[in-house]
């Protein structure tokens, strides 16, 4: 059974990127996309953007697009996501999880990642 | 964007009682293939969310039998039989028939 592990807890300073990885314990998900989502502090869940099965593909939310860079290994055992010119709004726990299929569209989310915390802080 | 709206925001419950949750979409979220791709996920504090329910009705694996989901369109509804103290959470809907995927405000659950 995959599980999805996530890179530890990261500050940066306002301006700057962060780039949070996710890898596959157990398997890959070279069949299945990948997606983020973002949580932030008491805040409900945002889905940021995906990378497609197969052909990793990326999908952005337009929230996020010019900012995010999804992206997934040869051999989809490990996929990052980074986000550039943070701001103190970015701060918040952000979760990778795996699509039921290999497309987020039309497909629930699970398993999920254990979460990264990013703060955003000068 | 699809906008999801669920009612109540808070619910606090006594052991055994049951509980009811509405989530209302801004679309119907039935697609040209005959399913409807709604979701519900619950938050556990301290953990990362969780797939409680899918296509409207359907528990996901190690589900209790007590969360059960129904609706259709753009009305669908998450009822726990009786509930029980580890169901405490926050609760989510969620569709994913049209990017991008969106979740609802989150309904927490507490226990009397």
């Known amino acids: 059974q995959v599980q999805l592990v996530q890179s530890g807890a990261e500050v940066k300073k306002p301006g700057s990127s962060v780039k949070v990885s996710c890898k596959a314990s157990g398997g890959t998900f070279s069949s299945y996309a990948i997606n983020w989502v973002r949580q932030a502090p008491g805040q409900g869940l945002e889905w940021m953007g995906g990378i497609l099965g197969m052909l990793r593909t990326p999908n952005y939310a337009q929230n996020f697009q010019g900012r995010v860079t999804i992206t997934a290994d040869e051999f989809m055992t490990t996929a990052h996501m980074e986000l550039r010119s943070l701001r103190s709004e970015d701060t918040g726990v952000y979760f990778c999880?795996?699509?039921?299929?290999?497309?987020?569209?039309?497909?629930?989310?699970?398993?999920w990642g254990q979460g990264t915390l990013v703060t955003v802080s000068s | 964007d699809i906008v999801m709206t669920q009612t109540p925001l808070s619910l606090s419950v006594t052991p055994g009682q049951p509980a009811s949750i509405s989530c209302k979409s801004s679309?119907?979220?039935?697609?040209?293939?005959?399913?409807?791709?709604s979701y519900w996920d619950l938050q556990k504090p301290g953990q990362s969310p969780q797939l409680l329910i899918y296509e409207v009705s359907n528990r996901f694996s190690g589900v209790p039998e007590r969360f059960s989901g129904s609706g259709s369109g753009t009305d669908f509804t998450l009822k726990i039989s009786r509930v029980e103290a580890e169901d405490v959470g926050i609760y989510y809907c969620?569709?994913?028939?049209?990017?991008?995927?969106?979740f609802g405000q989150g309904t927490r659950l507490e226990i009397k």
């Open positions: 999880v795996r699509s039921g299929g290999y497309h987020p569209r039309n497909n629930w989310l699970d398993p």
């Open positions: 969620m569709q994913s028939v049209q990017l991008p995927i969106t």
């Open positions: 679309q119907s979220l039935l697609h040209s293939d005959g399913k409807t791709y």
